[in-house]
């Protein structure tokens, strides 16, 4: 090979390894907010040891915060009223599509989400035939003409097993799930056409990335233009051991998993928690090291029912009484992990495990998008972060140097 020759060679190889970061860093990067309206309070039984808070806030900041996000995904519609033979002419959602666009900057993408955590039935229904994918795939692009709405982002927790119900239904009775999920996707592509947009939220636990695989997911992406890994709830009550449930070297791992599978960089968002959670743990072992120290156990065994040990609350909630002396110290002794790349406290007197993201623990993981070229960012969910969304600011920030016109997405 001659000098130019070797040069060429060496170009291409510059960018080629260059090109993911330089997509990222040179065009807008997506910033996606889901926005949610119904609200859940699951209060403590006698038996509990603790309350498990669980809310969603249909609420919007001012339009400086506003005018970053690109789009916003409304959380959720039902998986089941797709399968319906007629289509409906009633597609309920907490706001109408037109009164949240109004909300939010010109050009936004306002999406809707069906699905959600424990929404499996509806899916598994479409996905077993030919006729069933056809006929939800039908009613997901009636309800987009007849809503507004730019897209539809799929929740689906999870095909393949391990959703909520994963102690009733084995997953080897849901095998047959992965590889019906490329078609249901291709279904909806096929039916929606190619103006509107198919997004995906998917694990970021290895363990529940049971669908999403080297063989599978190249065919899903020919159908889908970008995936919503939630790289959050990486530590749940399944787990024995504590963990940051949002920590950076935990997402690394998960982005590089569907990489290694398949998807292009710039096809995957990365995923920011909005609320904090906390775990019951084990003392003495704690005592020595309160990263990676035991549980107390969280999950019933043989029915999967939470055992009360674990919850969650948003920044805008209130925080529930028993949890107040323990937070006030989270607030002022909580610290950063550098090595895991999680924000943490763990109180020795309540023998509480805290997790959650702060402004600056943000600013740090939101390092990804740029190391592995990332397409953008979403947060669950925008409302759990009032009223003063430090953590959109900072998110907004981190976004903010690389916008283009929003009507080139």
């Not at 260059?18 to 990067?29: C, N, R």
């Not at 290895?206 to 899903?220: G, N, S, V």
């Not at 600013?363 to 990804?368: A, P, Q, S």
Request: proline share 5%; with cysteine.
């Amino acid at each position: 090979m001659n000098i130019l020759g070797r040069q060429a060679l060496v170009l291409w190889v510059f960018w080629t390894l260059a090109m993911p970061l330089v997509s990222a860093t040179t065009e807008q990067l997506r910033n996606i907010m889901y926005f949610c309206g119904q609200d859940t309070i699951l209060t403590s039984s006698a038996k509990a040891l603790l309350t498990k808070y669980h809310s969603q806030h249909p609420t919007v900041p001012n339009s400086l915060l506003t005018s970053q996000i690109s789009h916003v995904v409304m959380a959720f519609m039902d998986s089941n009223i797709f399968n319906r033979e007629e289509p409906s002419s009633d597609w309920p959602l907490f706001m109408t599509v037109k009164e949240t666009r109004a909300q939010f900057a010109p050009g936004t993408k306002i999406m809707v989400a069906i699905g959600g955590w424990g929404d499996t039935a509806g899916f598994s229904f479409a996905a077993a035939t030919d006729e069933g994918r056809q006929r939800w795939a039908r009613n997901v692009a009636v309800m987009l003409r007849e809503t507004g709405a730019d897209g539809v982002d799929i929740d689906w927790e999870y095909p393949g097993g391990n959703g909520e119900d994963y102690k009733q239904v084995p997953n080897e009775h849901k095998a047959w799930e992965i590889q019906a999920y490329p078609f249901l996707m291709a279904e909806i592509r096929t039916a929606i056409g190619p103006d509107k947009l198919i997004s995906v939220a998917v694990p970021g636990l290895p363990r529940d990335m049971l669908p999403f695989t080297a063989e599978t997911l190249p065919t899903i992406m020919e159908s889908v233009d970008f995936l919503n890994v939630m790289t959050y709830e990486m530590m749940n009550r399944r787990d024995t051991i504590t963990k940051h449930h949002a920590g950076k070297v935990a997402a690394r791992e998960s982005l590089n998993n569907y990489i290694k599978n398949g998807v292009r960089p710039g096809d995957l968002n990365l995923g920011f928690a909005f609320y904090t959670k906390f775990y019951r743990t084990e003392h003495h072992t704690c005592l020595q090291s309160p990263i990676g120290c035991s549980t107390l156990l969280m999950e019933d065994p043989k029915t999967g029912v939470d055992m009360g040990r674990t919850g969650a609350f948003a920044w805008a909630d209130e925080v529930p009484a028993e949890m107040q002396v323990s937070f006030s110290k989270v607030l002022r002794d909580g610290q950063y992990d550098e090595v895991g790349g999680g924000y943490y406290y763990w109180d020795a007197d309540q023998d509480l495990w805290w997790s959650h993201e702060t402004p600056g623990s943000i600013g740090d993981k939101f390092g990804l998008v740029r190391e592995l070229g990332l397409g953008g960012v979403f947060a669950w969910e925008l409302g759990a972060d009032g009223p003063e969304y430090s953590r959109l600011a900072a998110l907004n920030a981190a976004v903010g140097g690389s916008r283009r016109g929003k009507d080139e997405l």
